[in-house]
């Protein structure tokens, strides 16, 4: 894991946004952290500025995820950063993809409901689409693999819900197919677990979203702030699927 501190100042288918305009989709189916293992590195050590990435996931921004009572705690924290991000991923020309959860009839996020729709606008484009998924990892059964490829990415950075399950599942797969992962840590959140008993008490939201990002090993790069994150156009051609096994480390 790359800690990196804080500077100062498909099958065609169809999405459904806040707004309920419907649109083609592609589918197939507040702590710094500290150092990770291996890094070296002390607490709050300066890591250098982040380089740029190609594209933006944001990872099951939902209504049933980040609106109403039923939100994260978190929600609001992580829908502004996720504005701040999405808005210079579009001025830098990078791919954006928002993944969107298809529940289970009965669920919250069951298709077409109002707890699917994603929460913030999409501008469809070649540059920015919606990928459909029926389970955590959004490179499973998915277009996400081929269309990151084809835009010629290298790097991209995640945000979202739900930092164990979903950020991290897709953030793992990411990692496993050689892109390199900036990952905010005031951009992704999650529920807070509950207690079980005879195993232990329950566990704040923020201590889960810490240990997922912990759980992610060396080679993820954790910022402390999503303002850190910068992008850039990518090349197609040039993106991590056509080299595989070439990745540079850190």
Known sequence: ???MTATEPATAGTAQTETGTEIETASDAG???GPGPGTGSAPGA????VRPVEALLLVDLQSAFVAGGEA??????????????????????ALVVHLQNDGAPGTV????TPGWRLHLPVAPGPRETVVRKTGDDGFDGTPLGALLTDAGVEALTLCGVLSEMCVSATARTALARD???VLPHDAHATYDVPAAPGIGESVPAALASRAAEWALG???EIVARAAEVTFTA????CGTGSRAGSRTER
Do not use: C, K, N
């Not at 924290?77 to 210079?88: M, W, Y």
């Not at 996020?109 to 077409?112: G, L």
């Open 72 to 93: 994260v705690p978190d929600a609001a924290r992580v829908l502004d950063r996720s504005r701040a991000l999405l808005a210079r991923a579009r001025a830098a020309g």
């Open 109 to 112: 996020d069951e298709p077409h």
């Open 46 to 49: 300066p890591a250098g500025p």
């Open 179 to 181: 892109f390199r992962v």
């Open 218 to 220: 060396d080679d993820v």
């Open 234 to 237: 990518a090349r197609p051609g």
């Open 1 to 3: 894991m790359v800690i």
């Open 31 to 33: 702590t710094a952290p």
